[in-house]
């Protein structure tokens, strides 16, 4: 075993670590762009350059279908830029915040330090009061819109429409877009803090080696009708993809930091619910591969889809999430609507207060799991790892788990499943992966390698 788990690292230290073939570079991408332009060059050493220009290599995931995921690894000198602060981000996607989700020109960006996305234009950290209209108040809303006055109907009137634009004021504060044709990449220690990432109608982009942290929304919904009692929902991801297409997320590490959804206060008999999820893949995108992240100790995590309607989803959402590494999330990891998800040599490590489930079966959704390895707590079995939100079917294929104090076996994850639930899902969603990029591992292997190889920090930058 111990000879395997060498051969295995060895392995994905080779894959990972080296950048695939990338474009002809020019000699002179040197810091050019925002810190460039102020006379701070940031010297960018060769390896990055190169990782800079790297696309997705061919067969690595949906993300590598039609014409592969390349980002900006076209771009001309003058757009190649190092940023340090929001301004700078949004300077080098394009310029205007407000447009920058059509700027198709490729652009490399690279992230040095930490960048808030409550930062004003002049480097000033704002605050939720700051961003709140000035008829908004959580006080006010809270006393207004009590179940024990206002009842089980949905919030309307003078505050919650204050709300509502107090929402628009941090969105157009903290929702950084990106354009089609464009690579991010994080030298180290590269973080982004209290900010969405949004990939909407923006095909062929690269996210990688970024540490996100507390996308938190100010003013969440309050949502009567949402479950028995009524939730919390807050609107902000730390990375979304929207109506985009050919999209590499990886060897990023996505957490809530030192803001976690368990030291939120209770409202209205329910948690304040400030986070959404991690990384949210919705609205018809599709060819995406999610790959050697680190998604830290998060309530909701991978969304695939938001909506039980059938319609333009339908035949969309195809995603593969391949060497992730899941610790301690509670749920979604992923939940799935209508696409073919290919969900194989994971890493999961689960349990404690408020664990719910892995994988949701969603309506239509095909979901093939395979040779993943999940690690449980005391009180999580294997047939609390599937989740049926309306679906039918999922493979589930040489999967392992390690039960609290017991040595890892193989389980069949939907026979342990059907055992305890009813209706039963089927074993066979239908379809099987093609697009898989260098040697698929056996289970027991998994933990070995995406443990300490997967998440920001760990490519040579």
């Known amino acids: 075993m111990r000879r395997l788990a060498a051969a295995a690292a060895s392995t994905i230290i080779a894959l990972t670590a080296l950048p695939a073939a990338a474009s002809a570079q020019p000699s002179n991408d040197v810091g050019v762009g925002s810190h460039h332009e102020r006379g701070d060059r940031t010297p960018l050493s060769p390896l990055a350059r190169q990782l800079g220009r790297q696309a997705l290599p061919a067969g690595d995931g949906w993300a590598a279908a039609g014409p592969g995921t390349t980002g900006g690894s076209a771009a001309s000198a003058d757009q190649i830029h190092v940023v340090s602060s929001r301004a700078e981000l949004i300077?080098?996607?394009?310029?205007?915040n407000a447009t920058n989700a059509t700027n198709?020109?490729?652009?490399?960006?690279?992230?040095?330090?930490?960048?808030?996305?409550?930062?004003?234009?002049?480097?000033?950290?704002?605050?939720c009061a700051d961003l709140a209209d000035p008829g908004y108040s959580l006080e006010g809303f809270l006393a207004a819109y009590d179940p024990a006055v206002w009842g089980?109907?949905?919030?309307?009137g003078p505050l919650e429409e204050a709300?509502?634009?107090?929402?628009?004021?941090?969105?157009?504060?903290?929702?950084?877009?990106?354009?089609?044709?464009?690579?991010?990449i994080g030298l180290r220690g590269a973080r982004l803090t209290g900010l969405t990432l949004m990939i909407d109608r923006a095909s062929n982009v690269i996210v990688r080696n970024i540490t996100f942290d507390d996308?938190?929304?100010?003013?969440?919904?309050?949502?009567?009708?949402?479950?028995?009692?009524?939730?919390?929902?807050?609107?902000?991801?730390?990375?979304?993809?929207?109506?985009s297409e050919n999209v590499w997320i990886d060897h990023n590490t996505f957490t809530d930091g030192d803001n976690p959804d368990s030291a939120q206060p209770v409202y209205f008999g329910r948690p304040y619910q400030v986070h959404d999820g991690a990384l949210d893949i919705t609205h018809t995108a599709s060819l995406v591969t999610a790959s050697w992240n680190r998604f830290v100790g998060r309530d909701k995590l991978m969304l695939i889809g938001s909506s039980n309607t059938v319609g333009p989803d339908v035949g969309r959402l195809n995603v593969t999430l391949h060497h992730n590494l899941f610790d301690g999330?509670?749920?979604?990891?992923?939940?799935?609507?209508?696409?073919?998800?290919?969900?194989?040599?994971?890493?999961?490590?689960?349990?404690?207060?408020?664990?719910?489930?892995?994988?949701?079966?969603?309506?239509?959704s095909a979901v093939h799991v395979e040779n993943n390895h999940f690690t449980l707590d005391a009180g999580v079995t294997a047939a609390d790892l599937l989740y049926d939100w309306g679906g039918t079917a999922i493979t589930t294929r040489g999967n392992w788990v390690k039960s609290a104090g017991a040595p890892s076996r193989p389980v069949d994850l939907v026979a342990a499943y059907n055992a305890a639930h009813d209706p039963d899902l089927s074993p066979e969603a239908g379809w099987?992966?093609?697009?898989?990029?260098?040697?698929?591992?056996?289970?027991?292997?998994?933990?070995?390698?995406?443990?300490?190889?997967?998440?920001?920090?760990?490519?040579?930058?």
């Open 91 to 96: 300077v080098a996607l394009g310029g205007d």
């Open 104 to 127: 198709a020109t490729p652009k490399i960006v690279y992230v040095t330090g930490g960048i808030d996305g409550f930062e004003d234009a002049d480097g000033r950290l704002l605050d």
């Open 152 to 156: 089980r109907v949905t919030p309307s």
């Open 163 to 184: 709300r509502r634009r107090s929402v628009t004021n941090q969105t157009q504060q903290t929702q950084i877009n990106v354009g089609p044709n464009t690579t991010i």
């Open 215 to 243: 996308a938190r929304d100010c003013f969440p919904a309050w949502s009567p009708t949402d479950g028995e009692t009524g939730n919390w929902n807050s609107q902000y991801d730390l990375v979304s993809v929207r109506r």
């Open 329 to 364: 999330a509670l749920q979604r990891l992923p939940r799935v609507r209508f696409g073919q998800v290919d969900v194989y040599n994971n890493a999961y490590r689960l349990g404690g207060d408020g664990f719910q489930y892995a994988i949701g079966v969603g309506v239509q």
């Open 432 to 461: 099987t992966p093609t697009l898989r990029h260098g040697p698929v591992l056996p289970a027991p292997l998994v933990p070995l390698v995406v443990g300490p190889l997967a998440g920001a920090g760990r490519l040579p930058l």
